[in-house]
Every structure is written in structure tokens, then in C-alpha cells.
């Protein structure tokens, strides 16, 4: 099983930036789509981001052109770049990783099989 460990969440102002990050540790090589995923309180988990090992990556129409999810070479560290923040993406943001291959699952979060613990992303208006 993949152990995963996010960092980087804070509070910020509308229109800010922000980097998440999300190591990986662990059985690394079985994995296949990494995502980010984020969830409000009293609302469903959401993927937001993901991308596969030959670095194709999938965006929601909420986040897409402005947020930026890459990876290393070794896959051992997952990164959101987030700008032009806005209320609305307030929330804790996971790392999530699947066996399976991003084109060949839905954005639930029923294909990913480890999680991290969650960061806290707030953003002020």
C-alpha cells in the first residue's frame, strides 16, 4: 500500500496562491492516477486534479486554468500549484492514489485505494 503525507495548506486572501504538496512512500511503483481531490464541510469529496504517469492530467471545470497538478520522475512527490484562489475552493485537499489509470476511472472516489490525511485550505474574500 502507498502512504501518503500532504503539506501546505494555509489560510490566504481571494486571489492568492498557494502549493500543495503530497509525498509518496510505500509500494510507489503500483501505482497509476494520482489525484488531488477536495472536500467541504457537509459536502461530497471532489476530484479536482489528477495525472498518470506519462503525465497526462485531468482538471474540473471549477478549477481548470488555475490550478496545476504535476509530479516528479520518480512519482514519489505529487504538487497543486493553485492560483487565483477564490472562496469557493476553501476546503480540505487530499492526495489520492489509484492502480488504476486515470482515462480508465470516473472522478469519484471509488477507484483510489490510499489517501493522505488532508490540508486545510482556507481562502478569505
Known amino acids: 500500500e502507498v502512504q501518503l503525507v500532504e503539506s501546505g495548506g494555509a489560510s490566504v486572501q481571494a486571489g492568492g496562491s498557494l502549493r500543495l504538496s503530497c509525498a509518496a512512500s510505500g509500494h510507489t511503483s503500483k501505482r497509476g492516477c494520482m489525484s488531488w481531490f477536495r472536500q467541504a464541510p457537509g459536502k461530497q469529496r471532489d476530484r479536482v486534479a489528477a495525472?498518470?504517469?506519462?503525465?497526462?492530467?485531468i482538471y474540473s471545470d471549477s478549477v481548470n486554468g488555475r490550478f496545476t497538478i504535476s509530479q516528479d520522475n520518480t512519482r514519489t512527490s505529487l504538487y497543486l500549484q493553485m492560483a487565483s484562489l477564490k472562496p469557493e475552493d476553501t476546503a480540505t485537499y487530499y492526495c489520492?492514489?489509484?492502480?488504476?489509470?486515470?482515462?480508465?476511472?470516473?472522478?469519484?472516489?471509488?477507484?483510489?485505494?490510499?489517501w493522505g490525511q488532508g490540508t486545510q485550505v482556507t481562502v478569505s474574500s
Open positions: 495525472i498518470d504517469h506519462d503525465n497526462i492530467t
Open positions: 489520492a492514489s489509484s492502480l488504476w489509470d486515470c482515462a480508465t476511472i470516473s472522478a469519484t472516489t471509488i477507484k483510489y485505494n490510499s
